[in-house]
């Protein structure tokens, strides 16, 4: 295999990696399951780490004067790691929402308890 679609393929598998783990630490949120929430959150930051490398191996690529085709496979993958980096960030944002509405709920059955 070329190597430039072996590069863009491996930017794919780390980046869905990431996204994966990203959507299912938003799960895990979801049940108030914040301990798995953080380490699924870790995975996929991991993941977006190794992702980082394969694009920057691509990059380097093209500082060095080998030119990178665009490609759809490219362009594919380039697609991947903006989902996976959106993902991730709406994932904390859900998280941190999450454990917002679990404290409120807490408090509210707290005062109900009271009435």
């Given at each position: 295999m070329d190597e430039k679609y072996a590069i863009a393929f491996d930017l794919i598998t780390k980046a869905g990696n990431?996204?994966?783990s990203a959507l299912l630490a938003i799960q895990a949120a979801r049940d108030y399951d914040f301990e798995k929430a953080q380490e699924l959150l870790k995975q996929?930051?991991?993941?977006?780490?190794?992702?980082?490398?394969?694009q920057f191996e691509l990059i380097q690529n093209e500082a060095q004067g080998k030119a990178v085709d665009v490609n759809v496979i490219l362009v594919h993958a380039q697609d991947h790691m903006a989902m996976a980096i959106?993902?991730?960030?709406?994932?904390?944002?859900?998280?941190?929402?999450y454990q917002s509405q679990q404290k409120i709920e807490e408090e509210l059955a707290q005062i109900r308890e009271k009435i």
């Amino acid at each position: 295999m070329d190597e430039k679609y072996a590069i863009a393929f491996d930017l794919i598998t780390k980046a869905g990696n990431a996204k994966a783990s990203a959507l299912l630490a938003i799960q895990a949120a979801r049940d108030y399951d914040f301990e798995k929430a953080q380490e699924l959150l870790k995975q996929a930051d991991e993941e977006m780490v190794l992702a980082h490398h394969a694009q920057f191996e691509l990059i380097q690529n093209e500082a060095q004067g080998k030119a990178v085709d665009v490609n759809v496979i490219l362009v594919h993958a380039q697609d991947h790691m903006a989902m996976a980096i959106m993902a991730k960030d709406n994932a904390e944002e859900f998280i941190h929402l999450y454990q917002s509405q679990q404290k409120i709920e807490e408090e509210l059955a707290q005062i109900r308890e009271k009435i």
